[in-house]
């Protein structure tokens, strides 16, 4: 701490040095990365957004920037977002900056406290706008006192004629007098308001909330609220009460922002907040700022619905850990699984166990494996999970997981290939102007080595064909590959040469053709039917010899 007793007899110069070392001490404590390029960037923001929207003097504003810690951890989104809020409430760009504690506050909180004074008539001060607890708490009476609400304007009757609106029934709210808190006038024209919009027939169902579900929650915000919840999200009443704790800390307006958003990407924006309701606390300007650095790594939009934590990181910070997690391809290819994001919340416990698999060799990784932090990590090493690998090529391909599953049950091995080795071998085949459904036709291709592949696409050059013949024009660009092989044929031909020795997928040419080994040329009869490359499915898995099963298993792991 800064001995304040000295504070006099400091220079600026000094007393900004020692706010930034006890900044960068706070950085330590908090588990923020010790960069001090990162923490000059941050400074450098801030100090730019507070004099272009607040027209703060340069030395104020490097000192707001330096000491507020708060400030530094949200971000500049929620510092422009309060300071917009702040002037249109008519309040004086010098009197924000001469109290920066109000710029730290939750955006929709700060929003629904400016709502509620302008609801109840209160006229504050910024101190007693962030202290806004000790009005909910205080009486109409005892506000009315210290002439924070004028002597005519009678707040009871106002609100609740606002609750009832153009409503020809009257509210059924209990009797309320001045000697009442603010809290428990609010709760009470909720509830009836709440009985009388969802038709609620028992008592009970209402009797879960509480005081603490709606101090800092303006009516007016209550009310888009609720009519987002209901018409948009797909909350039945139940719902609604049940999560009403959230309720205080909506903001509408961003929600359905959000939603358009996701939805344009083809995410089900609303079926993620019914399984996740902590995301109704999102606000569009931190959401928008976490995306772009999601964007940026190509991590997928519905991703961070998954792992609602990380809209709590500073982008700064999340784009940090990203880095480090991205620098890794054991890692890296795991940015389309639903739980990639929750390795931003504990990079060095991810980091620690994928070096432990490097020690121990172990290729066969998972997201649960990277997280488990149960202990139970040398049984965990020794089990073969395919949820990864399912996922990663259920979006790839689009397809269904059912579908995927049926294709590769035909191979034997595929439950114990690395999903790294899968994703080396598809990025190498896209790479070079196949399709995604050329290769799903021929899905067992990516549980081979990228090597292997090499070689037999090599190898196919020197081999003549009786049938598959095609004009020179379609060849595969970028590969010698002879031009009398069609293109949607050197994926099952490739395929076929390197399984048939122990013939067990049934994906290319088999049984019934005969195969004639010539000075390193194989020819193929021309009575092959070419409906065996595009029909798989028809003939039954014959078993493997445990020989060949050997033999196959060095080529797939």
């Keep these: 701490m800064i001995p304040w007793n000295k504070f006099h007899s400091m220079s600026r110069t000094n007393l900004v040095r020692s706010m930034a070392t006890r900044v960068q001490q706070l950085f330590c404590q908090t588990g923020w990365p010790e960069n001090e390029s990162l923490s000059q960037q941050i400074t450098a923001d801030i100090k730019t957004e507070l004099e272009t929207t607040l027209d703060c003097p340069r030395y104020i504003a490097q000192h707001i920037a330096v000491t507020n810690h708060t400030l530094r951890q949200q971000g500049v989104a929620t510092l422009k977002e309060n300071a917009i809020f702040l002037q249109y409430a008519t309040y004086a760009n010098k009197t924000i900056y001469n109290y920066p504690e109000i710029l730290t506050l939750n955006p929709t909180t700060l929003m629904n406290r400016l709502t509620i004074c302008r609801e109840c008539h209160i006229h504050l001060s910024l101190p007693v706008l962030y202290n806004f607890e000790d009005c909910n708490k205080a009486s109409i009476a005892l506000l009315r006192a210290y002439s924070l609400i004028p002597a005519d304007w009678d707040v009871i009757s106002n609100l609740i004629k606002r609750a009832q609106g153009l409503e020809e029934h009257s509210l059924d709210v209990p009797p309320l007098t001045e000697k009442n808190t603010l809290d428990v006038i609010y709760l009470a024209v909720i509830k009836a308001y709440l009985k009388r919009k969802m038709r609620l027939q028992h008592e009970h169902l209402l009797n879960k909330l509480t005081k603490n579900h709606v101090r800092d929650l303006s009516f007016t915000a209550f009310k888009s609220n609720l009519f987002y919840l209901l018409n948009f999200a797909g909350f039945t009443r139940e719902m609604v009460l049940a999560n009403f704790r959230f309720m205080k800390y909506m903001n509408a307006g961003s929600l359905f922002n959000l ?160 999903l790294i080795q899968v994703d080396e071998t598809l990025q190498f085949l896209l790479n070079n102007n196949f399709t995604k459904e050329d290769i799903y036709k021929s899905i067992h291709i990516v549980l081979y080595p990228r090597v292997r592949i090499e070689m037999e696409l090599a190898s196919l050059n020197r ?95």
């Design 259 to 418: 939603m358009k958003f996701y939805q344009s990407r083809g995410c089900n924006f609303p079926s993620f907040l019914r399984q996740k309701p902590i995301l109704l606390t999102l606000q569009y300007s931190q959401a928008q700022s976490i995306l772009s650095v999601l964007e940026e790594f190509n991590v997928p939009c519905d991703v961070s619905l998954s792992t609602p934590k990380v809209f709590t990181l500073s982008p700064y910070v999340l784009r940090e850990r990203l880095k480090v997690l991205c620098s890794h391809k054991e890692i890296e290819i795991f940015k389309f699984h639903p739980r990639f994001l929750e390795c931003t919340l504990k990079v060095d416990f991810v980091i620690k166990q994928l070096n432990w698999c490097r020690q121990l060799d172990f290729k066969k990784l998972s997201m649960s494996l990277l997280l488990d932090n149960s202990g139970e990590f040398t049984l965990r090493t020794s089990r073969t999970g395919t949820d990864d690998l399912l996922i990663y090529l259920g979006k790839q391909f689009r397809k269904a997981d059912a579908d995927i599953v049926v294709r590769l049950n035909r191979h034997p091995y595929w439950r114990t290939v690395p």
């Design 463 to 557: 081999r003549k064909f009786t049938v598959c013949r095609d004009a020179p024009d379609t060849s595969v660009p970028g590969f010698t590959v002879s031009p009398v092989v069609k293109k949607e044929f050197i994926l099952p031909l490739i395929l076929y040469f390197m399984e048939k020795e122990t013939n067990f997928a049934f994906d290319a040419i088999w049984i019934d053709n005969k195969i004639v080994e010539k000075d390193d040329e194989c020819e193929l009869n021309d009575d092959i039917p070419e409906e065996v490359f595009h029909n798989y499915a028809k003939h039954p898995m014959p078993k493997a010899s445990p020989a060949a099963d050997a033999k196959q298993a060095q080529f797939v792991t």
